[in-house]
DNA sequence: TTAAAGTTTCAGTAATTTCTGAAACTTTAA
DNA sequence: TTAAAGTTTCAGAAATTACTGAAACTTTAA
């Protein structure tokens, strides 16, 4: 394998945890990304050194992750994978499915116990506080789910404005007041 | 402790370790932006049953995330430990933090690895993904390092837009062909 | 129907991460 | 200067997470 591309394969494995999975399918995921032709499980197993059915466990989880597609070859009935979209659609994947495992659950359970009301000084400033973090995660939740909709054209203009956000959100506003 | 509190610590730590840090920090975080009043480290270690030791790691490691702040009360040499700044702030320095630990060692792989020039097709296709991802990667951090500098109104409110900034976005454009 | 080709599962082991508690260290005030 | 109050460090133990490989399972085609 080309020096490059191992060092980039290797480095997915190390920071695979940090991206939420574990070192083998960070670089499982590297190695199928940076591939030009769909791979077999037995290919992933040999170019990483790692057991059969590690492999196999690591596509169960990239396809949960909706990370890779299944392909065929004509006369061969091996599955072969490859990426699942572009980079970009990759990445919004990641966030997605990594909102779904880290914000969810938290959401869902800030709703349960908003419900009752203070009876002291400290469970109403707790209460506030529930409030506001079940708030914010909220508004993040709706936005990033509203994220892929957009399209990675408009994703990747929205990402290149940077603070100009700030701007546009300004001007927004003062056409609708003007209009008034 | 009042039994929602407790729950909502409880389930800090669960998340913990997806949110970044472990369990331990996760409890710490919860329990210190829960409590209306800041608290020692002693405090802390007896809330949660944990160690004193850990709490002083748990400690030092809210303090490098820039979570928490040290406040003193009159005549008590003790230190005692508040949330620093509102939900968003501490949001934003979640996520500020995380960026440096999992896409900033990734940029710096890549521009590293970018330079030479491919010597056959597969290297070429891997040249091409390495260039895109480190784009994806590149407009990210700009667009996040940004963030923070809007202030948490303007961040709320970008949030609360959601897919409609796709539509704020084409407003923009068409105002600028326009005056053209 | 059968055996070859291929895949998945999972119990046990290995590796990693987290936690404890005792010893070392630091600061303060008497 | 000293001892009491408080904090940090870190080696080893405990808990968690990941990996292997052999056995069980599935699919295909002859």
């Given at each position: 394998?080309?020096?490059?591309?191992?060092a980039?394969?290797?480095?997915?494995?190390?920071?695979?945890s940090?991206?939420?999975?574990?070192?083998?399918?960070?670089?499982?995921?590297?190695?199928?990304?940076?591939?030009?032709?769909?791979l077999?499980?037995?290919e992933?197993?040999?170019?990483?050194?790692?057991?059969?059915?590690?492999?196999?466990?690591?596509?169960?989880?990239?396809?949960?992750?909706?990370?890779?597609?299944i392909?065929?070859?004509?006369?061969?009935?091996?599955e072969?994978?490859?990426?699942?979209?572009d980079i970009?659609?990759?990445?919004?994947?990641?966030?997605?499915?990594?909102?779904?495992?880290?914000?969810?659950?938290?959401?869902?359970?800030?709703?349960?116990?908003?419900?009752?009301?203070?009876?002291?000084?400290?469970?109403?400033?707790?209460?506030?506080?529930?409030?506001?973090i079940?708030?914010?995660?909220?508004?993040?939740?709706?936005?990033?789910?509203?994220?892929?909709?957009?399209?990675?054209?408009?994703?990747?203009q929205?990402?290149?404005?940077g603070?100009?956000?700030?701007?546009?959100?300004?001007?927004?506003?003062?056409?609708?007041n003007?209009?008034?």
């Open positions: 394998m080309n020096p490059k591309i191992k980039f394969v290797h480095h997915c494995g190390e920071m695979g940090r991206w939420g999975f574990n070192r083998t399918i960070g670089q499982m995921c590297g190695l199928i990304v940076i591939s030009k032709d769909p077999s499980a037995n992933i197993s040999d170019a990483l050194n790692i057991s059969r059915g590690n492999v196999s466990m690591g596509i169960k989880e990239l396809q949960a992750w909706r990370l890779i597609q392909r065929h070859k004509p006369g061969d009935r091996k072969y994978y490859a990426p699942s979209g970009w659609q990759m990445a919004v994947r990641v966030f997605e499915e990594r909102r779904k495992r880290e914000v969810d659950p938290t959401l869902s359970l800030l709703r349960d116990i908003l419900l009752d009301d203070a009876k002291n000084e400290q469970e109403a400033h707790a209460q506030q506080k529930l409030h506001e079940h708030e914010l995660l909220d508004s993040v939740t709706r936005f990033t789910s509203e994220l892929p909709k957009m399209g990675p054209e408009k994703l990747e929205l990402m290149k404005l603070s100009g956000v700030g701007k546009v959100l300004d001007m927004k506003d003062r056409l609708l003007n209009r008034k």
